[in-house]
């Protein structure tokens, strides 16, 4: 007895759709808005024409969007197209081939009527077809005509042949073509999320070294509160950040409590780290006495949501010992054989003021309890949690907690802090976290960025949402220990310009950069005291990046390019630590080029349709002037004809110095990091 094996290939194959993440298990991820790559492999038997469409359905189920693919790589059957879902929820996409008839007569007939070859057999076959496209199009009259004109055999060939290529018969092929033997390749999921879950500048501070004062006579520090803290939020709004995330704010255990510098003996006034939580004040769900109460920090959330922030706060599932949940369940943590709590390592530190939670003694009651502490600061306004290592707890748990709080409450958005490998960071990123701290903070040479840009644009795009941190308090790199002034502008520029997310913490504007001795992370660390900074006066002396910040920051918000992570184009240089990037970004979906494309293949702009593109080059180098001759690619550019003069050149507007000049496929630069290491130049269009 024979069995039929079911097709696994439609009529005309349709394979390796992107972004499809481990066969639709899980969802790819955009933003509402964003322009979301899709590529795919399609082919067919024999030379006939085949066309390729990416297609969007929204949450119900509704077409949306229809778009014309293009050829990527010659020889490859690679096709390229974007999609661009206009709202949040749970889309699908499909990739569909079609037999091209039109098409095909298109290749023979110009190949055959011009040598004579067939010529009335040709013509005739050409006015069969635009008379089934007239047939089916709710507006023939382009098509019918066409059609006419082929069939009259009292005109010339020419003349029959040019009504089938007329502006009103691609216009209407463009947008109802004649398509036989459909083929798609299956819908996968597309999770559209808010605009903060993608796009977004972060700047971090602790509440309590706002406004903290200091008395010399008794060497004390009074902590700062929500009401001193949100005297800031005006200062860091006018940087142009759009969220404000907060290092935990409960109450902090006294238990092996750690000092300045992370000494292990804290003295009577030292504040101990925000990340060792829980007292008999109370735990997760309490704040911490000295920064005020529960009504305070409601009119922190409040004054930032007027000034244009959304409050972020740190979700940090550990425990001092002091903890209401050591007593209370002592099964959510680690016993030794000594019968002791084992607390946190990472060697060779130790972190004997937190004891880590234990997710396999009892997972369900300590997964309800994450999920009420959750609910309560949503309550309380926050909807944006910056998770501390998650890559220590089970992925299935988040998988559960981000999907259980998404249908509850659809636009909260978790952060990954996960500096860890790269299959837990990514294994994160499907489970359901919005984004991630990265590699980003450690890339510092061209090789390294531009490797890194690309992974993190094109490969993991589609489920690994990277936000650029500059720095943290934990982490402060030796390129800014040593670079100076010039590396703190750098590495501003690379975050802010490469990915739709990038972060500041408190201290950065001021080019903050003594170590530890033998660590890579600050001296006099604010994790374990006060910091009283006085930013108006840095910035009134010139002493502050804050003006460099905030213009970053405005270009980000004029430009929409920059709002991408898909369309980043990593360009060659001929100087080893000169890096050129360049973002296109039209005003509706499709066309835009993309690495692999053929020259020439993308689909021509509209008439009249904004274009916008920034070519971003930066010397790496912090400590001298670096030459190279920048190649573009100029397909990548999206340039139109009227954006060229008569030698082929476009005007470039540098968006940090005001600079103009003409650039073409070859162009030379000169960066000097003590005066300005990056050029961000905008490409003025044509009309």
Same mark, same amino acid.
């Given at each position: !007895?024979?069995? %039929?094996?079911? /097709?696994?290939?439609?009529?005309?194959?349709?394979?390796?759709?992107? #972004?499809?993440? &481990? *066969?639709?298990?899980?969802?790819?991820?955009?933003?509402?808005?964003?322009?979301?790559?899709?590529?795919?492999?399609?082919?067919?038997?024999?030379?006939?024409?085949?066309?390729?469409?990416?297609?969007?359905?929204?949450?119900?189920?509704?077409?949306?969007?229809? !778009?014309?693919? %293009?050829?990527? /790589?010659?020889?490859?059957?690679?096709?390229?197209?974007?999609?661009? #879902?206009?709202? &949040? *929820?749970?889309?699908?996409?499909?990739?569909?081939?079609?037999?091209?008839?039109?098409?095909?007569?298109?290749?023979?007939?110009?190949?055959?009527?011009?040598?004579?070859?067939?010529?009335?057999?040709?013509?005739?076959?050409?006015?069969l077809l635009f008379r089934e496209a007239a047939s089916a199009s709710p507006n023939p009259a382009a098509l019918q005509a066409a059609a006419t004109t082929l069939a009259d055999t009292t005109l010339p060939a020419e003349a029959r042949m040019a009504a089938a290529s007329t502006a009103a018969v691609v216009d209407e092929l463009s947008q109802r073509p004649l398509r036989r033997m459909v083929t798609g390749g299956g819908r996968f999921p597309l999770l559209v999320e808010r605009d903060l879950a993608g796009r977004g500048a972060w700047y971090e501070f602790f509440p309590r070294s706002e406004g903290a004062t200091f008395d010399p006579e008794t060497g004390a520090y009074t902590s700062g509160t929500f009401a001193t803290a949100a005297e800031r939020l005006e200062a860091v709004a006018d940087m142009g950040f759009d969220v404000i995330y907060l290092p935990p704010i409960h109450p902090i255990g006294r238990t092996f409590r750690k000092g300045p510098n992370n000494t292990l003996t804290a003295g009577e006034h030292d504040p101990g780290s925000p990340w060792a939580i829980g007292s008999a004040a109370g735990g997760h769900d309490s704040i911490h006495p000295d920064l005020g109460t529960e009504a305070d920090f409601a009119a922190f959330v409040d004054r930032a949501r007027n000034l244009g922030l959304e409050v972020a706060l740190d979700l940090a599932l550990q425990a001092s010992p002091d903890h209401p949940w050591v007593t209370e369940h002592p099964e959510w943590f680690t016993t030794r054989a000594d019968g002791t709590i084992a607390y946190a390592e990472n060697p060779p530190k130790k972190y004997q003021d937190i004891y880590p939670l234990n997710f396999d003694n009892d997972p369900q009651g300590l997964s309800a309890e994450i999920l009420r502490i959750v609910r309560l600061w949503i309550g309380r306004g926050v909807r944006i949690f910056r998770v501390d290592n998650p890559h220590t707890k089970p992925v299935g748990f988040w998988e559960w907690l981000i999907a259980q709080v998404a249908e509850e409450h659809p636009g909260t958005v978790f952060l990954a802090e996960a500096f860890t490998r790269p299959a837990m960071m990514h294994a994160l990123g499907r489970a359901g976290f919005q984004q991630s701290y990265t590699y980003f903070t450690w890339r510092n040479t061209k090789e390294e960025l531009a490797e890194y840009f690309t992974e993190v644009s094109r490969e993991t795009s589609s489920y690994f949402r990277p936000n650029f941190f500059v720095n943290t308090p934990d982490i402060l790199t030796e390129y800014l220990q040593f670079g100076g002034p010039a590396a703190f502008r750098i590495r501003a520029a690379l975050a802010a310009t490469a990915s739709p997310l990038w972060g500041v913490y408190a201290g950065f504007e001021l080019y903050e950069h003594v170590a530890r001795p033998g660590a890579e992370e600050y001296i006099d660390n604010e994790k374990f005291q006060y910091k009283v900074r006085d930013f108006d006066t840095a910035e009134a002396e010139g002493r502050s990046l804050a003006p460099y910040l905030r213009r970053l920051n405005a270009i980000r918000a004029d430009h929409p390019s920059l709002g991408e992570l898909q369309n980043l184009v990593v360009h060659p240089t001929s100087d080893d630590a000169t890096i050129a990037y360049s973002k296109s970004r039209r005003t509706d979906a499709g066309g835009i080029p993309a690495p692999g494309a053929a020259p020439g293949t993308e689909a021509a702009p509209a008439a009249g349709q904004a274009i916008d593109t920034l070519i971003i080059v930066v010397n790496t180098d912090p400590h001298g002037a670096r030459e190279a001759t920048i190649d573009l690619d100029l397909d990548a550019l999206d340039l139109r004809p009227q954006d060229l003069d008569d030698e082929g050149r476009f005007t470039v507007d540098d968006l940090v110095t005001g600079q103009s000049w003409k650039w073409g496929a070859s162009n030379y630069v000169r960066l000097d990091p003590h005066h300005e290491p990056a050029h961000i130049l905008h490409i003025r269009r044509g009309t």
């Amino acid at each position: !007895m024979s069995t %039929r094996r079911k /097709a696994r290939f439609g009529r005309i194959p349709v394979t390796d759709v992107f #972004p499809v993440i &481990e *066969g639709g298990r899980f969802p790819a991820k955009a933003v509402a808005g964003q322009d979301v790559l899709i590529r795919a492999t399609a082919f067919r038997e024999g030379h006939d024409a085949l066309a390729v469409e990416a297609v969007l359905y929204d949450p119900d189920g509704v077409e949306r969007q229809r !778009m014309p693919m %293009r050829p990527g /790589a010659p020889g490859l059957d690679e096709w390229l197209g974007t999609l661009r #879902p206009s709202t &949040e *929820g749970n889309w699908t996409f499909e990739v569909e081939a079609w037999d091209d008839p039109i098409g095909t007569w298109r290749h023979d007939a110009g190949i055959k009527v011009p040598a004579g070859i067939d010529t009335e057999l040709m013509l005739a076959e050409g006015a069969l077809l635009f008379r089934e496209a007239a047939s089916a199009s709710p507006n023939p009259a382009a098509l019918q005509a066409a059609a006419t004109t082929l069939a009259d055999t009292t005109l010339p060939a020419e003349a029959r042949m040019a009504a089938a290529s007329t502006a009103a018969v691609v216009d209407e092929l463009s947008q109802r073509p004649l398509r036989r033997m459909v083929t798609g390749g299956g819908r996968f999921p597309l999770l559209v999320e808010r605009d903060l879950a993608g796009r977004g500048a972060w700047y971090e501070f602790f509440p309590r070294s706002e406004g903290a004062t200091f008395d010399p006579e008794t060497g004390a520090y009074t902590s700062g509160t929500f009401a001193t803290a949100a005297e800031r939020l005006e200062a860091v709004a006018d940087m142009g950040f759009d969220v404000i995330y907060l290092p935990p704010i409960h109450p902090i255990g006294r238990t092996f409590r750690k000092g300045p510098n992370n000494t292990l003996t804290a003295g009577e006034h030292d504040p101990g780290s925000p990340w060792a939580i829980g007292s008999a004040a109370g735990g997760h769900d309490s704040i911490h006495p000295d920064l005020g109460t529960e009504a305070d920090f409601a009119a922190f959330v409040d004054r930032a949501r007027n000034l244009g922030l959304e409050v972020a706060l740190d979700l940090a599932l550990q425990a001092s010992p002091d903890h209401p949940w050591v007593t209370e369940h002592p099964e959510w943590f680690t016993t030794r054989a000594d019968g002791t709590i084992a607390y946190a390592e990472n060697p060779p530190k130790k972190y004997q003021d937190i004891y880590p939670l234990n997710f396999d003694n009892d997972p369900q009651g300590l997964s309800a309890e994450i999920l009420r502490i959750v609910r309560l600061w949503i309550g309380r306004g926050v909807r944006i949690f910056r998770v501390d290592n998650p890559h220590t707890k089970p992925v299935g748990f988040w998988e559960w907690l981000i999907a259980q709080v998404a249908e509850e409450h659809p636009g909260t958005v978790f952060l990954a802090e996960a500096f860890t490998r790269p299959a837990m960071m990514h294994a994160l990123g499907r489970a359901g976290f919005q984004q991630s701290y990265t590699y980003f903070t450690w890339r510092n040479t061209k090789e390294e960025l531009a490797e890194y840009f690309t992974e993190v644009s094109r490969e993991t795009s589609s489920y690994f949402r990277p936000n650029f941190f500059v720095n943290t308090p934990d982490i402060l790199t030796e390129y800014l220990q040593f670079g100076g002034p010039a590396a703190f502008r750098i590495r501003a520029a690379l975050a802010a310009t490469a990915s739709p997310l990038w972060g500041v913490y408190a201290g950065f504007e001021l080019y903050e950069h003594v170590a530890r001795p033998g660590a890579e992370e600050y001296i006099d660390n604010e994790k374990f005291q006060y910091k009283v900074r006085d930013f108006d006066t840095a910035e009134a002396e010139g002493r502050s990046l804050a003006p460099y910040l905030r213009r970053l920051n405005a270009i980000r918000a004029d430009h929409p390019s920059l709002g991408e992570l898909q369309n980043l184009v990593v360009h060659p240089t001929s100087d080893d630590a000169t890096i050129a990037y360049s973002k296109s970004r039209r005003t509706d979906a499709g066309g835009i080029p993309a690495p692999g494309a053929a020259p020439g293949t993308e689909a021509a702009p509209a008439a009249g349709q904004a274009i916008d593109t920034l070519i971003i080059v930066v010397n790496t180098d912090p400590h001298g002037a670096r030459e190279a001759t920048i190649d573009l690619d100029l397909d990548a550019l999206d340039l139109r004809p009227q954006d060229l003069d008569d030698e082929g050149r476009f005007t470039v507007d540098d968006l940090v110095t005001g600079q103009s000049w003409k650039w073409g496929a070859s162009n030379y630069v000169r960066l000097d990091p003590h005066h300005e290491p990056a050029h961000i130049l905008h490409i003025r269009r044509g009309t």
